[in-house]
């Protein structure tokens, strides 16, 4: 009967390759945890969006606070969706500069297309005030 043969080495190179498989998959792991969301800001802590006649106090200007995405879908479609999303998205970069309110907001949404599915680009900014 003849004894099998064994190739010495071998079982340090699939212990090497068990390592480094473990390894990649702890550093996946731990890439994928660092890129989970962060929990949106509740709406009702926002700064409020502001028109002109509605400001009775002095107020100082902190700066122009801006936002962007892009979505797929038809432009009437999200149209609704955008809105809210800007004036969320609006509120919540005000809310890191420390203001009271935003005023004079300004939301666009342009049309395109990804290969053959419509798109829609939702722009918006407005200036972040705070209160004297």
């Not at 700066?63 to 809105?83: F, M, Q, W």
């Amino acid at each position: 009967m003849a004894r099998p043969t064994t190739i010495p080495g071998a079982t340090t190179t699939r212990t090497g390759r068990l390592i480094r498989l473990m390894a990649a998959s702890a550093i996946l792991t731990a890439a994928c945890a660092t890129l989970t969301p962060t929990s949106a800001p509740d709406p009702n802590t926002l700064p409020p969006i502001l028109s002109q006649d509605e400001i009775f106090r002095p107020y100082t200007k902190l700066g122009t606070v801006e936002v962007s995405r892009e979505r797929l879908g038809h432009i009437d479609d999200l149209t609704n969706e955008a809105d809210e999303w800007a004036f969320d998205a609006l509120g919540a970069e005000a809310a890191k500069l420390g203001a009271d309110a935003i005023i004079l907001p300004e939301v666009r949404a342009e049309k395109g297309t990804y290969l053959f599915i419509p798109s829609t680009a939702i722009k918006a900014k407005g200036i972040a005030i705070k209160f004297n």
